[in-house]
C-alpha cells in the first residue's frame, strides 16, 4: 500500500507539473482564435467561433512567408556547424592529453559568463573586417561560434563516460582514428548529439538581437521579426500576435518530439550493439 500510495503521489505531482507545461501552449492556441475583445475580456474558456482568419492575417500581415525559412536555414546551418566542431573538439578534450588543455577547458568556461550582447561590437567589427555584414554566412558563423562552448564541454562530458577499451578494440582491428570516431563513438554519443541539437537550436530559433545588429535587409530577418510587426502600443493586436507566435512555435514543437525520440534511442542503444 505503501508503494501503491507513493507511485500515485509520484503520478500526481509528474500530472500537475504537465498541466502546468502545457498551460501557455494551452492558452496560446484559444487566445490565436478569439476575436480581439473575447481575448481582453478574459471571461471566455474557448472562442464562440474560432476565428481561423487570425492565422491567415498573421502569415500575411507578418511576412512569415519570409522569415519563416530564414529561422529555418539559420537554425539548421548553425546546429550542424555546432555538431561538427563541437564534437571533434570535445573528443580531443576527452581522449587527448596536450600541453595547455586544462586552460582550453578554462576559456571555453569564460567565455560562457560573459553575456552575448557584450561582444556584438566586436562581432560586427570583425564581420566588417571579413566583408561579410548584412549576409547569412556571416550570421551563421557567429551563432556557430557561440554555441561551441557549452555544446564542446556537454560533449566532453559523453565522451568521457564512454569506455576506453571500445577504442582499442577498433584500434586492433585495424581501424584509423578518424574511423573509429566516426563509426563507433558518434553513435554511441548520439544522446549527447541530439541534447546539443536540441538547446542549440532552441537558442538559434529565438536569437533576434544579433540579427538587429547584422542585418539591414528586411528580407534576411529571423521569424522574430515578423511577430514584432504585432507589437504596437498604440494598436495591439494581440489575438494576431499570438496566431503568429503558434506557427513561429509549430517548427520547434516538432524538433522537439523528433529529438526526444531520438534521445530514447539513443540511451536505449548499448556499447554492444
Known amino acids: 500500500m505503501k508503494g501503491l500510495a507513493g507511485r500515485g503521489g509520484l503520478y500526481g505531482l509528474l500530472v500537475l507539473a504537465a498541466v502546468g507545461a502545457l498551460f501557455p501552449m494551452v492558452w496560446l492556441l484559444i487566445g490565436s482564435l478569439q476575436t480581439s475583445s473575447e481575448l481582453y475580456r478574459g471571461k471566455d474558456l474557448l472562442p464562440a467561433?474560432?476565428?481561423?482568419?487570425?492565422?491567415?492575417?498573421?502569415w500575411t500581415d507578418g511576412d512569415?512567408?519570409?522569415y519563416l525559412p530564414n529561422s529555418m536555414i539559420y537554425t539548421v546551418s548553425a546546429v550542424v556547424g555546432i555538431l561538427v566542431v563541437s564534437s571533434t573538439a570535445g573528443y580531443a578534450l576527452a581522449r587527448i592529453e596536450f600541453r595547455g588543455k586544462a586552460a582550453?577547458?578554462?576559456?571555453l568556461l569564460a567565455v560562457m559568463i560573459i553575456p552575448a550582447p557584450a561582444s556584438f561590437i566586436a562581432q560586427y567589427k570583425l564581420m566588417v573586417m571579413l566583408g561579410l555584414t548584412n549576409s547569412r554566412l556571416g550570421y551563421v558563423l557567429i551563432l556557430v561560434s557561440a554555441g561551441i562552448p557549452i555544446s564542446a564541454l556537454i560533449m566532453r562530458g559523453f565522451f568521457a563516460n564512454l569506455p576506453k577499451d571500445l577504442e582499442e578494440a577498433a584500434a586492433i582491428d585495424g581501424s584509423?582514428?578518424?574511423?573509429?570516431?566516426?563509426?563507433?563513438?558518434?553513435?554511441l554519443a548520439r544522446p549527447g548529439l541530439i541534447a546539443v541539437a536540441v538547446i542549440q537550436g532552441l537558442a538559434v530559433w529565438n536569437e533576434y538581437l544579433l540579427a538587429l545588429v547584422l542585418f539591414d535587409d528586411d528580407t534576411l530577418m529571423p521569424v522574430q521579426r515578423g511577430l514584432m510587426n504585432f507589437v504596437s502600443a498604440e494598436t495591439p493586436v494581440q489575438n494576431i500576435l499570438l496566431a503568429a507566435?503558434?506557427?513561429?512555435?509549430?517548427?520547434?514543437?516538432?524538433?522537439?518530439?523528433?529529438a526526444q525520440r531520438q534521445v530514447v534511442q539513443g540511451i536505449s542503444s548499448g556499447a554492444v550493439k
Request: hydrophobic fraction near 55%.
Open 104 to 107: 582550453v577547458t578554462f576559456a
Open 64 to 66: 512569415l512567408g519570409t
Open 176 to 187: 584509423s582514428a578518424l574511423n573509429t570516431f566516426a563509426r563507433v563513438i558518434l553513435p
Open 245 to 258: 507566435t503558434a506557427i513561429s512555435v509549430l517548427p520547434v514543437v516538432v524538433f522537439y518530439v523528433f
Open 49 to 58: 467561433k474560432p476565428q481561423w482568419s487570425n492565422y491567415v492575417t498573421a
